[in-house]
């Protein structure tokens, strides 16, 4: 290898090492085996109806690609439309339509919290809002998850050493990797006891939860303190992240956020397929019980094995420890045709690599079942 060649990747070179090293080193697997691994929740992502819409929409002429950003030509009928129906659907003033999940959290926290505000994030909280924390204007701090006491806190404590912007409370509704629940009506009436804002990621809640799938902040939508992200590509089976929130929120994101302003506009096809998707909710709310009764019985069987879920919902986490012996734990559920994969550090706490089962219309009943027994047996003789 050329020497200056070598030198400059030398520090690439270092960086993959020092992950092999602690296990973390990642890369790409095709699809195989049984779906415990996606968040397809509600399997429409290959559903008929999905298809179907976007052929009928490539058919009348809807194009592929948007052509440009949102204020130049690239505004089609279809975002207005789909933003539209999801404002009514959520029961929001108005929903802005965005790339992707990331992207939207992204955008949120670099628009609207201002120099001088607080953000208190949930500890837990994805990493893109993290990331948007870290790039915006407004000093940020954690809580310790899920504890109502511990954001008051923290509110109290920056107060108290002069903080006098706006307080933006920002969680998630039903946490990714753990599978547990926000108190959210405590977090609702916190935010209004400080005049602060809440900002709610319902990544993995919307189309599960809430009547008709319209998420765990559906009797809260509609105030003028909340901003909540409704990700698409999830149980709606497609892609991007709809914004709800107040008329005046979405028309300073339209004039101030970056991220909108100067990426090009997501597919008119994407906005047809989450459109879609928001009737079939609303027609066939029988995916969201069925789902409901898979969940119930899949935490049954756990317990019929001796097993305790630390969750209640579709989001199963298999605590290993150890980052080898997760992925290996993964790799031996995969050669048995069940696709579940280990998730480490930084994705989750140091200490606490995982397995991620991921409860889906996707898989039955006596999918479940087998899945169980494989992992008691590949887990047999495990210190838990």
């Not at 400080?194 to 799938?213: C, R, S």
């Not at 300073?252 to 506009?265: E, G, K, Q, S, Y």
């Not at 066939?284 to 019980?289: I, L, S, T, V």
């Amino acid at each position: 290898m050329n020497p200056v060649h070598a030198d400059k990747i030398a520090t690439y070179v270092t960086g993959l090492h020092a992950l092999k090293a602690e296990d973390r080193l990642r890369g790409l697997k095709p699809r195989a085996g049984i779906d415990f691994a996606s968040n397809d929740y509600l399997a429409l992502a290959r559903a008929p109806r999905m298809k179907k819409a976007v052929s009928a929409a490539l058919e009348a002429g809807t194009p592929i690609g948007a052509g440009g950003s949102r204020l130049l030509r690239g505004n089609c009928e279809e975002h207005e439309s789909l933003e539209a129906e999801a404002a009514r659907f959520f029961g929001a003033e108005t929903a802005l339509f965005f790339g992707s999940g990331y992207v939207a959290n992204f955008a949120v926290l670099t628009t609207l919290p201002q120099r001088g505000d607080l953000l208190v994030l949930d500890s837990l909280v994805h990493a893109s809002i993290h990331e948007g924390a870290r790039a915006g204007r407004a000093e940020f701090r954690e809580s310790e998850h899920n504890d109502p006491r511990s954001v008051e806190n923290t509110i109290r404590d920056w107060r108290a050493k002069g903080g006098t912007g706006r307080v933006w409370i920002v969680v998630e509704s039903l946490y990714s990797m753990d599978g547990d629940f926000a108190p959210l009506k405590e977090l609702v009436a916190m935010a209004d006891r400080y005049d602060a804002f809440l900002m709610v990621d319902e990544a993995h809640a919307t189309g599960v939860y809430g009547e008709l799938g319209r998420g765990l902040t559906a009797t809260y939508e509609g105030r003028e303190n909340l901003v909540v992200v409704h990700t698409c590509g999830k149980a709606l089976g497609a892609a991007g992240a709809l914004v709800t929130a107040t008329r005046v929120l979405r028309d300073f994101m339209v004039n101030r956020c970056r991220p909108f302003i100067f990426a090009t506009a997501p597919s008119p096809l994407t906005a047809v397929a989450v459109q879609e998707a928001l009737s079939i909710l609303q027609q066939e709310p029988d995916r969201q019980r069925r789902l409901a009764n898979l969940v119930a019985f899949a935490h049954r069987e756990i317990g019929k094995r001796g097993g305790r879920s630390p969750s209640d919902s579709q989001i199963v986490p298999y605590i290993v420890g150890d980052n080898a012996r997760a992925m290996a734990l993964a790799s031996s559920l995969q050669a048995r045709g069940f696709d579940i994969r280990g998730i480490r550090p930084p994705t989750v706490p140091a200490g606490t690599a995982r397995l991620r089962i991921s409860l889906t219309l996707n898989v039955a009943e006596d999918d479940v079942r087998a899945m169980l027994d494989a992992l008691v047996e590949e887990t047999r003789g495990d210190a838990r």
